[in-house]
């Protein structure tokens, strides 16, 4: 495995290619992302270092004045490297922004649905990510996103359904500090007139029923929810 320059002081371009020279990837990064062959490479890419062996896939580096130049240098090199007949496994055109195309999309959305992660790999993402926070900017952009959107009613019913059943969370209670936090978080909040009057609406017709029994509370409409019952929203004896 080979390497024109370091590059490793700031961003570079740089180059995967097989052992006769032939480039098959156009990259971007820092650091030792360019001697990186496991972790975010598309499946391509991944067989194309199988099958040659990593030690023997050469790596030549462009180093570049600025993150911005780099993100231009790889949209040019993927473009003038197809252009002479180079078959990259690049899945996008390269450069800031870059877009999957719809035929893309749905090639990606096909491989993975179904798939499941395995716990290992849940706690290991828990670990990576475990006091993160994001900064200002990002949750500003992320409000900015969903603010005025609506779920499809195709949406909602999908997310009602899949909650059906949901043992999420039973039998565990919140730590004290989680409470504190959450009543902190809660404290001067108000709901808009809008949704007062929502909320009071969706309450129309509604009663409290009481099983003494199980100590099961339900909150529905047109009598009584099951055997046991009691109306109201506890034993009154």
Same mark, same amino acid.
């Not at 959450?182 to 007139?193: C, F, N, Y």
């Given at each position: 495995m080979t390497q024109s320059t370091s590059g490793k002081e700031g961003f570079y371009t740089y180059l995967h290619c097989t052992p006769d020279g032939a480039p098959f990837y156009v990259g971007k990064g820092c650091g030792v992302r360019s001697h990186t062959f496991c972790n975010g490479r598309n499946?391509?890419?991944? %067989?194309?270092? =199988?099958?040659?062996?990593?030690?023997n896939i050469s790596v030549f580096v462009f180093p570049c004045d600025s993150e911005k130049?780099? +993100?231009? $240098? /790889?949209?040019?090199?993927?473009?003038?490297?197809? =252009?002479?007949? +180079?078959?990259?496994?690049?899945?996008? /055109?390269?450069?800031?922004?870059?877009?999957?195309? $719809?035929?893309? =999309?749905?090639?990606?959305g096909a491989a993975q649905k179904g798939k499941i992660q395995p716990p290992e790999l849940k706690r290991r993402l828990s670990e990576i990510n475990k006091g993160k926070k994001l900064s200002a900017e990002v949750v500003e952009k992320i409000r900015a996103f969903h603010t005025g959107k609506k779920k499809k009613p195709e949406a909602i019913a999908k997310t009602a359904a899949y909650h059906i059943g949901n043992k999420h969370f039973l039998g565990k209670t919140h730590t004290p500090e989680a409470r504190e936090k959450?009543?902190?978080?809660?404290?001067?909040?108000?709901?808009? %007139?809008e949704s007062n009057a929502k909320n009071s609406e969706s309450h129309v017709?509604?009663?409290h029923w009481f099983n003494p029994e199980t100590g099961e509370r339900k909150l529905c409409r047109g009598?009584?929810?099951g055997e046991g019952f009691i109306r109201g929203r506890r034993n009154k004896n």
């Open positions: 499946k391509a890419h991944r %067989e194309i270092v =199988k099958e040659h062996g990593v030690r130049q780099a +993100y231009s $240098d /790889e949209k040019q090199q993927i473009a003038l490297l197809r =252009k002479e007949g +180079y078959a990259l496994v690049n899945i996008s /055109e390269g450069g800031r922004g870059a877009k999957h195309s $719809d035929e893309t =999309k749905r090639r990606i959450i009543r902190r978080a809660l404290v001067g909040r108000h709901h808009t %007139e017709g509604r009663e009598g009584s929810p």
